[in-house]
């Protein structure tokens, strides 16, 4: 019979189905009648919880392997957002952040609120841009930008859009508000932050300090205001939505020991509280190559874009330098720990745990000798050239080298640095002001700007030679031709330029005119060349655009042309149209910019082109006639006049360049054409060993010049530095290596001497000094730059270069170690 019964399929199925259901029925009577309690218990007091585990970052090496930027083990404090009583998590928060303070260590705080007296941060923001351009605590901000245009002499005729961009622009005024608008920007972060967080616009600093107090249940009979304001800094983190719930919310990062070893003693007493391992950034040579590498910082805006690419709030990201531009290469990948902690946030188990894979070794192109030999170069010399020469006020400036025939970044540097450790953890204020300009001088020392690379300046004589090359490639002048030097140039009405100290040189070709730095040359080969081909060749040569380098922030610049001041003045038209005039007519502000570009038809006279353009811009919705004259007088200064292209082919005028800039033009001229794109990035190497990036030269440019005019100019600039009456011969006598370059002298402006006491008194600043060379002047291998900001005449700076040269092509110290398979070294 049994046989017959199991015989039939169904049968069989019918009986494993009711086998799997009495299985399931007797556990299912263990886990709620025999166990019941005890998982009743567990499901009260066990949690699972999810901790990221943060990556360590990619390396940042030189080309030999070279560690520049690696990591530590460090540890951090979080606490977990555990079901614990409010008053208890208030004393654990008051007794952690007791024993960071006590050790010396920083703590997370959110809150913008100071004490003693309890006031917004953002006041205190206020009040000291206010003492820092003598405007009275009580300004509003348009009074405050009434007196910076009367501080600065800029003439009441002018419109208040136009002040502003000459106040940002020129003078690099901050201006902590908007022209249209006139609401300290101070004022707005914190209206902002009042918005996001549930507050009035009203809401005083002690009110809201209260109503913190109420929310976050602190007790004012128990605790002192100073320790309430701490409970709040931790109890801000933990009620934070960016924070998910399970996750562990860091408070303090880069603790030392001694902080580790009161927690873990007293960890019965903080529960939920942890000592967590995290890696952090460590920069082994302090302030060496900081402009290069860049730092990190909070992540302060995109937090649910990042959150997609695998970041945490508490994450730090790349905010300058390398660190910004390769933050994708050298994030690397988090992993994850899961763990069970009971209902007071203690650790009891960890049930999974997935390793973090570290980022990828950026390799750049530098080598750290090389560097090392910039860097103290260029600071020495503007030490020298503040004490030992009349130059108090020479603070600051850049030096680039680079190889002419890739466009490889062989060394850059900037003065002043700064030391990204200081970064690694999170910043404190004391550390961040100290970065900051202590004056409103605009040559004032700014230790976070890369000068090499993001602050432009007149290039002085060291344009002679794309003067040159523009005025032999279009047949203006050539090599056989000598031009009769008088000193004074007075060929153009109206406009009489003459050279440095009034210097008459005679009749002189093209080589001497580089050798001697001959105004008067240049200026009869720029009016026969005119604006815009100068301009043209200034392009050409990468002026007045990016040159791409894979560093963040890089300025543009400007080359002197008929273009470019059209540009300018469409931007002010513009701004004119849409703050002042208020017109909103998209399609009328587009015709308007455009009769910048209009010229008279073939027999309208000057005052009919004007009369008829006039009468377009009331019918495009300009109606008053004071606004249509300040538009017509944008369109008259807007045009390029005759003698503009004098000053140019000096290089001074509207131009404005990059020392990065000017060593791609100089490794032009040097290689006889070829322009090559700067790059600091050699390779990208992943944690296995692959090359997942690998830069190549790229040329962007070839220049039409023959090879003897360009070897003309070759030769003029190795006049420049060894023959007699060379601007630069003192500074390369003797030298190991066959030099050649140019000096440059740049007129830098005006400055308030003492805005304080004197505002209407203005004084010259002193010229920047310029310095260009290749070398070896045969065959040559690398170009160099160097500025020093108010350092006097080009030849100043000319040190800085031979030191460079001498060091890559004439170092009698033993060559760097060359790492092979990959390898890195320490």
């Avoid at 249940?217 to 205001?225: A, G, R, V």
């Avoid at 873990?264 to 967590?276: A, C, R, S, T």
Wanted: aromatic share 10%; with cysteine.
């Amino acid at each position: 019979m049994l046989k017959k019964y199991f015989s039939n399929r169904l049968n069989i199925i019918k009986l494993f189905t009711m086998l799997i259901f009495f299985v399931m029925l007797f556990k299912l009577a263990e886990l709620q009648i025999v166990k019941g309690d005890y998982y009743k218990k567990r499901s009260e007091t066990v949690r699972t919880r999810n901790i990221n585990i943060t990556a360590p970052r990619g390396n940042i090496v030189d080309r030999y392997g070279k560690i520049l930027a690696g990591n530590k083990q460090s540890y951090s404090i979080s606490i977990l957002k555990a079901a614990t009583p409010d008053e208890t998590i208030n004393d654990i928060a008051l007794t952690v952040i007791n024993i960071l303070e006590q050790n010396g260590d920083k703590y997370k705080d959110e809150i913008p609120i100071l004490m003693n007296p309890i006031r917004f941060t953002f006041q205190d923001e206020e009040e000291q841009w206010k003492e820092k351009y003598n405007i009275q605590g009580t300004a509003s901000p348009l009074q405050a930008f009434k007196k910076l245009r009367e501080d600065y002499s800029i003439s009441q005729d002018t419109i208040d859009i136009e002040a502003y961009s000459i106040l940002r622009d020129e003078y690099e005024v901050e201006l902590p508000f908007k022209v249209d608008e006139y609401q300290y920007s101070f004022k707005k972060d914190e209206n902002k932050w009042k918005k996001n967080n549930g507050f009035m616009e009203s809401d005083t600093a002690l009110d809201v300090f209260n109503q913190l107090a109420a929310k976050y249940k602190i007790d004012m009979t128990k605790y002192s205001e100073e320790e309430a304001r701490k409970i709040m800094a931790v109890k801000y983190l933990l009620k934070q939505n960016k924070y998910p719930a399970y996750e562990p919310i860091e408070i303090a990062a880069n603790i030392n020991d001694e902080t580790r070893a009161m927690i873990e003693e007293n960890k019965i007493f903080l529960p939920g509280v942890q000592i967590m391992d995290k890696p952090l950034r460590k920069y082994p040579e302090g302030d060496f190559a900081s402009h290069i590498l860049g730092y990190l910082g909070k992540i302060s805006s995109d937090l649910e874009e990042l959150t997609q690419k695998g970041y945490t709030p508490q994450d730090m990201i790349g905010k300058s330098g390398i660190e910004y531009s390769m933050e994708e290469h050298l994030k690397g990948k988090d992993g994850s720990k899961q763990i069970e902690v009971d209902a007071r946030g203690t650790l009891i188990d960890t049930i999974d745990e997935i390793e973090p894979v570290p980022g990828d070794t950026v390799v750049l192109t530098l080598g750290s000798r090389l560097q090392k030999v910039a860097e103290e170069s260029l600071r020495k010399t503007i030490e020298e050239s503040r004490s030992k020469k009349p130059y108090p006020q020479t603070f600051s400036g850049a030096v680039v080298a680079m190889d002419v025939n890739t466009g490889e970044i062989l060394a850059m540097a900037s003065e002043p640095k700064f030391d990204p450790n200081l970064f690694a953890s999170g910043i404190s204020n004391k550390d961040w002001k100290s970065m900051q300009p202590l004056t409103d001088d605009r040559y004032a020392p700014k230790p976070l700007i890369n000068n090499a690379i993001s602050y432009p300046l007149p290039p002085g004589s060291t344009f002679k030679m794309l003067t040159a090359t523009a005025g032999l490639a279009e047949n203006k002048i050539n090599t056989r031709e000598s031009i009769v030097c008088r000193g004074r140039y007075t060929v153009i009405p109206g406009v009489s330029p003459s050279d440095s100290h009034g210097a008459v040189h005679g009749a002189t070709n093209v080589i001497n005119a580089i050798k001697q730095s001959c105004n008067y040359f240049f200026f009869e080969t720029g009016r026969r060349l005119g604006g815009e081909l100068f301009e043209k060749y200034g392009e050409k040569y990468g002026f007045g655009q990016y040159t791409g380098i894979e560093l963040p922030f890089e300025a543009k610049g400007m080359i002197e042309g008929p273009a470019h001041k059209q540009s300018i003045y469409e931007g002010y038209i513009e701004s004119y149209l849409t703050y002042t005039v208020k017109l909103q007519d998209a399609e009328a502000k587009k015709e308007i910019k455009a009769m910048i570009y209009e010229k008279p038809s073939e027999g309208q006279t000057s005052y009919q082109f004007y009369r008829d353009m006039k009468k377009r811009i009331r019918e495009l919705g300009v109606t008053e006639d004071k606004a249509i004259d300040k538009i017509i007088w944008y369109i008259t200064e807007s045009k390029y006049r005759p003698g503009d292209v004098l000053n140019a082919a000096i290089g001074q005028g509207l131009n404005n360049v990059t020392p990065i800039q000017l060593a791609a033009y100089v490794a032009t001229v040097a290689n006889g054409g070829t322009r090559y794109k700067p790059y600091i990035v050699s390779k990208v190497i992943a944690h296995d060993g692959s090359i997942k990036v690998e830069k190549k030269p790229e040329v962007v440019e070839t220049l039409d010049v023959s090879p003897s005019d360009m070897e003309a100019i070759r030769k003029g600039m190795f006049a420049v530095t060894n023959e007699y009456g060379g601007t630069a011969r003192s500074t390369f006598a003797g030298s190991k290596v066959t030099i050649a370059g140019k000096t440059g002298t740049a007129e830098a402006g005006k400055y308030r001497p003492d805005p304080k006491n004197n505002p209407k008194l203005y004084a010259q600043y002193n010229d920047h000094s310029w310095f260009v060379g290749f070398a070896p002047y045969d065959k040559p291998e690398i170009a160099v730059v160097a500025v020093v900001f108010q350092g006097g005449f080009g030849s100043g700076s000319a040190p800085i270069a031979r030191a460079i040269i001498e060091e890559y092509l004439a170092s009698e110290d033993a060559e760097d170690y060359i790492v092979p398979c990959n390898e890195l070294q320490p």
